[in-house]
Nanobody, 124 residues
Framework: VQLQASGGGSVQAGDSLRLSCVAS????????MAWFRQAPGKEREFVAA???????YYSDSVKGRFTISRDNAKNTVYLQMGSLKPDDTAVYYC???????????????????WGQGTQVTVSS
């Protein structure tokens, strides 16, 4: 599946931002969809994931501030980010797999398809 991410930008600490990821196939048929991020000089890290059936998972660093959701009518997954911090600055990637298992939902290597990334910069 092809993924197209958008919505990044430069904001102030405390602001909100919504990222979108449009899939070329029906998101209702995609088992796991997720957001990862990668800051300069750091490894790609898990942010949030959506499992078919309405289940969501978050990293501890974003829990309570970020919300992942799917709109299957639009074949789009969103990442609503609130109370942004400078540490949230990174390139954000959406990812998808139709063969994932729950134990690897936060593992980048378990995802087959990746979007191109969208930059989020949070200044203090």
């Amino acid at each position: 599946v092809q993924l197209q991410a958008s919505g990044g930008g430069s904001v102030q600490a405390g602001d909100s931002l919504r990222l979108s990821c449009v899939a070329s196939e029906r998101t209702s048929n995609i088992r796991h969809m997720a957001w990862f991020r990668q800051a300069p000089g750091k490894e790609r890290e898990f942010v949030a994931a959506s499992r078919s059936g309405g289940y969501t998972y978050y990293s501890d660093s974003v829990k309570g501030r970020f919300t992942i959701s799917r709109d299957n009518a639009k074949n789009t997954v969103y990442l609503q980010m609130g109370s942004l911090k400078p540490d949230d600055t990174a390139v954000y990637y959406c990812a998808a797999t139709s063969r994932g298992i729950l134990s690897t939902i936060s593992v980048a290597g378990a995802y087959n398809d990746w979007g191109q990334g969208t930059q989020v910069t949070v200044s203090s």
